[in-house]
């Protein structure tokens, strides 16, 4: 089922960073994640399934299309 998914998401059926998003993280409507180490798991995500990660902007507008917050910290960038 997994491939079937992830296949789907390189022909553009389904967005990548939905795909990652189920497979590797964890929901918690109270969490946050650095932007640097949220973009490090999905390039190794995606290098693992042999295809190239989108840039970090367009993963940063693809997280915020999805519902999730970019917030400046003084000493890092956040995912919410």
Sequence with gaps: ???IEFRDALHG????????IRSECKRDPDGEVQAR???????VFMKAERADPLNRAE???A????????RKRNSSNVYE
């Design 13 to 20: 059926r389904e967005d990548t960073v939905g795909a990652w």
């Design 37 to 43: 180490r949220a973009y490090e798991s999905y390039s």
């Design 59 to 61: 993963f940063k507008a």
């Design 63 to 70: 997280l915020v299309s999805k519902g999730f917050r970019h």
């Design 1 to 3: 089922e997994r491939c």
